[in-house]
């Protein structure tokens, strides 16, 4: 185990969203805490199981914009999550009480280490860092959004691919007794998202245990969540329960349902519209109603890190 720098969260971003913890995650998060006196850089990341508690030895990503992150409230009370409702207040009003514990990760398919793994095993090898991100939704609205999280390239490393393995696709907990939106065939459940490992393994691509500094909220996916920012929102798969390795580039859940609609690549895009809308331009949330729509950047502002991976791609046959 590495020894970790201290943690270095931007305070302006975290102190003012933390008011909040009732008794029982108060007293949760100081037991952790104390622990985390004897060491928790010995031990490796801790998320701890309660509602908002902060995160232990967070450090800064020199992958962060400096654009002001939206407010915390915007951030988890708009949300798509379908498993929780198709409006944008259904995953904040639905999943209050969801409980991501206890929490399993399978890791199947063309890899040498496989298994079933404890949400706590599953993380405890990786650092955490914060990454302030620019996310576009393919509904043509944006964010800026504080995210804590693991590099899924690290991830991938420690799983030992092999050489079969062309992709990885994740899936999402499928659990009727405990997200209502399951009832309704909106999708074709469970969700289902893949990247090739090439994207994988690029260093932009995190699994989001946290934001703002603190525990991921459930609507925004708890307790683990992708993140590719130069992607459409709906690649960042939530509640995570399997990650397979594949020969074959995997079912998605939004292009099983409409191909002509949503592709596999889903890269941000100005120049090829969604058949229904222009992609040109998007709307930050929270910037209000009469603020005029911003332009979006090709590869949502990430092309520098990432244009690579598509050099020998048609964008507009593979959107
Ligand atoms: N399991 C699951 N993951 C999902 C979705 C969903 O319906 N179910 N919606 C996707 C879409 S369309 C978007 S835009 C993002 C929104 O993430 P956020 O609510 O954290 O901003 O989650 C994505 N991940
Ligand atoms: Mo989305």
Known sequence: MLIKKPADIRPSEITSQSNYCNRRDFLRAGAIAGGSLLGANALGAVVPDARRAKLADVRASEFSTDET???YEDITTYNNYYEFGTGKADPFENAQDFEPRPWTITVDGHAEKKGTFDFDDFIKPFDLEERIYRMRCVEAWSMVIP???????????????????????????????????????SLDWPYREGLTIAEATNPLAILAVGLYGEVLPNQNGAPIRLVVPWKYGFKGIKGIVRMRFTERQPDCSWNMAQPREYGFYANVNPDVDHPRWSQARERRIGAGLFASKQPTLMFNGYGEQVAHLYKDLDLRRNY
């Open 147 to 185: 995210w804590v999280g693991i590099s899924l390239a690290e991830v991938v490393k420690h799983f030992k691919p092999t050489s079969k393995a062309k992709y990885v696709a994740f899936e999402t907990l499928n659990d009727r007794s405990r997200m209502p939106g399951l009832r309704r065939r």
């Open 69 to 71: 992150p939206n407010s």
